[in-house]
C-alpha cells in the first residue's frame, strides 16, 4: 500500500503549499476559519507517516530504544489524527453564527477535555498489549488481542464521535448554496473517515479470516485525498473573492 500513502502525502503538500499563507494571518477570524483548516491538513500528513511502514525503522526504532516499547510512532500517528479531527471541529463551528467565545467553550466541554483523557489512557493500554509491544512494521496488520482490541476501539470510537459532530455541523452549513459544494465534499471525506473507523472496529472484534488491513489504508488515504482537494479548492475560492473585492474597492 505504499504507493497510496505516498501519493495521499503528495496532495496533502500539495494543499498545505496552496494555503501557505494562512499559516501566517493575524487576524483571529481567519485563525479560525482558515488556519486551523491548514493545521489540520498538517496533521494528517504527520498521521500518514507516522503510522506508515517507513516510520519503523526512522522512528519507532529509536523509540524503543529510548523507551522499551513498540509502535509508540503509531500512537502519535492516531494522537494526530484525532487532532486532525479536532481542528475540524472548530474551523467548521467557527462559520456558525456564534462568538469566538462561545465556539471556544463549547470546543474546550466537547473536544479538549475529553482528548485530555483518552490520549494518555490509548498509550497505557498500547503499553498493556502484547501484540503490540513487538516490532511491527504496520499495526494496523498486528494480530489481536484483548488490549489492542479495547485500544482500537477506544481510538476509533472516538475519532467517529468527533467527526459525527464536524459532520452535524456540515450539514447546516450545506443548506446554503454558496458553501454546498465544498460542505458536501468534507462530508464525503469526513465521512469515508469514519467509515474506517467503524470498520477497523468490526474487524477488532470479529473473528473473521478477512483482510481488513488494505482497506483501512485505502480508507483513510482516500478521505485524505478528497479532504485536501476541498480544503485547496476552498482558499483558492477566498482568494479569488478577496481579490475580486479588491479589485472593486480599487475601482469605486
Known amino acids: ?9 503528495v496532495c496533502l503538500m500539495r494543499s498545505i503549499w496552496v494555503r501557505r499563507w494562512t499559516l501566517t ?9 482558515e488556519r486551523t483548516l491548514t493545521v489540520c491538513l498538517l496533521c494528517q500528513l504527520a498521521a500518514l507517516i507516522l503510522m506508515s511502514p517507513i516510520s519503523d525503522e526512522a522512528i519507532g526504532r529509536p523509540l524503543h530504544a529510548l523507551t522499551g516499547h513498540w509502535n509508540i510512532d503509531s500512537w502519535a500517528g492516531h494522537c494526530c489524527f484525532i487532532g486532525a479531527a479536532a481542528t475540524i471541529t472548530l474551523n467548521v463551528g467557527s462559520r456558525l453564527d456564534i462568538s469566538h467565545q462561545e465556539l471556544l467553550k463549547d470546543f474546550k466541554r466537547r473536544i479538549e477535555m475529553p482528548m485530555t483523557i483518552i490520549i494518555p489512557a490509548l498509550l497505557a493500554i498500547l503499553f498493556m498489549s502484547p501484540n503490540a509491544n513487538q516490532d511491527t512494521v504496520d499495526l494496523f496488520a498486528a494480530k489481536n488481542d484483548f488490549w489492542l482490541n479495547v485500544y482500537w476501539t477506544l481510538v476509533s470510537g472516538f475519532l467517529i464521535y468527533i467527526l459525527a459532530h464536524a459532520m ?8 446554503d448554496p454558496r458553501n454546498r459544494r465544498t460542505a458536501t465534499l468534507y462530508l464525503i471525506a469526513l465521512s469515508a473517515g469514519a467509515g474506517v473507523c467503524t470498520l477497523r472496529i468490526i474487524a477488532s472484534w470479529s473473528n473473521s479470516d478477512f483482510n481488513y488491513h488494505p482497506w483501512f489504508w485505502i480508507g483513510d488515504c482516500t478521505s485524505s485525498m478528497i479532504f485536501a482537494w476541498a480544503a485547496a479548492q476552498s482558499w483558492r475560492k477566498r482568494v479569488s473573492w478577496l481579490r475580486g473585492g479588491d479589485h472593486v474597492a480599487r475601482n469605486s
Open 168 to 175: 452535524g455541523v456540515l450539514a447546516i452549513i450545506r443548506r
Open 25 to 33: 494571518s493575524v487576524s483571529d477570524h481567519l485563525k479560525l476559519t
Open 1 to 9: 500500500m505504499g504507493w497510496i500513502v505516498v501519493a495521499t502525502c
